[in-house]
């Protein structure tokens, strides 16, 4: 993906990330940070809020997703990317049958919108 993305993109991607992952250790935390500098172009400063996995977020996922789409100008194809890199990013080390449902849900929530 790897474009300019606003502050707001950035923050809800990152609160998706942790209503899908859960417990996942510090040593396994920084293979997400490097993923997430990539794709995202997240400084390792925004990602201090992972660096507890199991708080995740109370914000709504469908306002997250929302911002997501917004950022992303409602094209199919950015959120399919998205949602590509998305996959990629909770399949990093490997994720739990109960990570992957909340990925499934979360991605349905997309798909219902483009």
């Known amino acids: 993906m790897r474009e300019n993305y606003s502050q707001e993109f950035k923050d809800a991607s990152l609160n998706l990330l942790l ?3 859960q417990n ?8 997400y940070f490097k993923f997430l500098e990539k794709e995202l172009k997240i400084n390792k400063n925004s ?3 992972l660096n ?3 708080e995740a977020s109370t914000k ?5 997703v929302e911002t997501i789409i917004k950022e992303l100008k409602s094209s199919r194809y950015k ?6 890199m998305f996959n990629r990013c909770i399949i990093i080390d490997g994720c739990s049958v109960d990570s992957y449902r909340r990925f ?9 919108r483009i």
Request: glycine fraction near 0%; aromatic fraction near 8%; charge should be neutral.
């Open 47 to 49: 990602l201090d809020s």
């Open 19 to 21: 209503n899908t992952i």
């Open 79 to 84: 959120v399919m990317e998205f949602l590509m």
């Open 24 to 31: 996942v250790n510090e040593k396994e935390s920084k293979k």
């Open 104 to 112: 499934e849900k979360i991605r349905n929530s997309f798909l219902k």
């Open 60 to 64: 709504e996922i469908d306002s997250m």
């Open 52 to 54: 507890n996995f199991k």
